[in-house]
């Protein structure tokens, strides 16, 4: 089994930065591909951003091209999402994933989850 907790939410103001991280524990791997995941309120959970085991390879969801940027720093089993210029459409509920075979988009494909955390964006 692998555990995941996030930390690094918050409230913050449109304009503002925020950096979360996710770290893994367990039966976990520094092979399994990393994602970021957020539901808002009412809404179907998206996805963010993932990256693939080494960091070689890195995805993002268009409206956080730019803004975002996940990494990871596999000696400590973490994972970072820095978010800058933050909208008040990024508020959110944020979630870690990580899949042992997929590298994608598709939470569904997505093995161990985190419990979430908060981002509110205040306009």
């Given at each position: 089994?692998?555990?995941?907790?996030?930390?690094?939410?918050?409230?913050?103001?449109?304009?503002?930065?925020?950096?979360?991280?996710?770290?893994a524990s367990g039966?976990?791997?520094?092979?399994?591909?990393?994602?970021?995941?957020?539901?808002?309120?009412?809404?179907?959970?998206?996805?963010?951003?993932?990256?693939?085991?080494?960091?070689?390879?890195?995805y993002y969801q268009?409206?956080?091209?730019?803004?975002?940027?996940?990494?990871?720093?596999?000696?400590?089993?973490?994972?970072?999402?820095q978010m800058n210029?933050?909208?008040?459409?990024?508020?959110?509920?944020?979630?870690?994933?990580?899949?042992?075979?997929?590298?994608?988009?598709?939470?569904?494909?997505?093995?161990?989850?985190?419990?979430?955390?908060?981002?509110?964006?205040?306009?």
């Amino acid at each position: 089994q692998v555990q995941l907790v996030e930390s690094g939410g918050g409230l913050v103001q449109a304009g503002g930065s925020l950096r979360l991280s996710c770290a893994a524990s367990g039966r976990t791997s520094r092979s399994y591909t990393m994602g970021w995941f957020r539901q808002a309120p009412g809404k179907e959970r998206e996805f963010v951003a993932a990256i693939s085991g080494n960091g070689d390879f890195t995805y993002y969801q268009d409206s956080v091209k730019g803004r975002f940027t996940i990494s990871r720093d596999n000696p400590k089993y973490t994972v970072y999402l820095q978010m800058n210029s933050l909208e008040p459409e990024d508020t959110a509920v944020y979630y870690c994933a990580a899949s042992a075979l997929y590298l994608g988009r598709a939470y569904v494909n997505y093995d161990y989850w985190g419990q979430g955390t908060q981002v509110t964006v205040s306009s």
